[in-house]
């Protein structure tokens, strides 16, 4: 995409962590991104659009700072802790990414489009986790716990992202690693 299109993505960004979706119009990102109206509806068709490329903005940066933490070479136990870490999303440089997936899970309850992609997503967060935990724990009836994980995981993103005093940072990575080690534990 052009420089134009990832600077009003960035803004939808801005926007939706600092106003809300209901905060989030044609007229700000314009103003914000410094490009016209008719470049912002180009590109975004409605507010449904903006949310899904902020989405994927958030989801790619997320992915690409997952990459920087991963090593290939790492025991599964370990990978699977260092993702359950990263999806709870209790560093302050993912607020983004949390406030961004509760604004779209919240549009997912009324919008069915938004809710397929929410669930195929998650659908493939959710096997990715499965196989994690069945590489590191083949004794762990592995559908269960990723669901159950995934779960956690959810919860404790929206609780830091909405409750930081309630759910610091540190807490939340104590919670994720206690949990994952006490699965995988089962496993043994």
């Not at 103003?31 to 470049?39: D, T, W």
């Not at 902020?54 to 989801?59: L, Y």
């Not at 009836?141 to 990723?146: G, S």
Request: aromatic share 4%.
């Amino acid at each position: 995409m052009s420089q134009q299109y990832d600077r009003m993505v960035d803004v939808v960004l801005s926007v939706l962590v600092s106003d809300g979706f209901e905060g989030v119009s044609v007229r700000k990102v314009a103003a914000r991104a410094n490009v016209s109206i008719g470049a912002v509806q180009h590109h975004f068709p409605t507010k449904d659009a903006m949310l899904q490329a902020a989405m994927d903005t958030a989801a790619r940066r997320f992915r690409q700072r997952l990459a920087e933490r991963m090593d290939p070479t790492m025991p599964a136990a370990e990978q699977l802790e260092t993702v359950a870490v990263a999806l709870a999303c209790a560093d302050p440089a993912e607020r983004e990414t949390a406030v961004t997936w509760l604004l779209r899970l919240a549009r997912a309850a009324v919008n069915e489009q938004v809710a397929e992609r929410h669930r195929s997503e998650w659908r493939a967060l959710e096997a990715l986790l499965r196989d994690l935990i069945a590489a590191a724990a083949p004794a762990v009836h592995a559908d269960d716990a990723a669901a159950e994980l995934l779960a956690l995981l959810d919860g404790l993103a929206g609780s830091a992202a909405v409750e930081p005093d309630r759910i610091s940072p540190d807490r939340a990575e104590r919670l994720v690693r206690g949990h994952v080690r006490r699965l995988l534990d089962r496993g043994r």
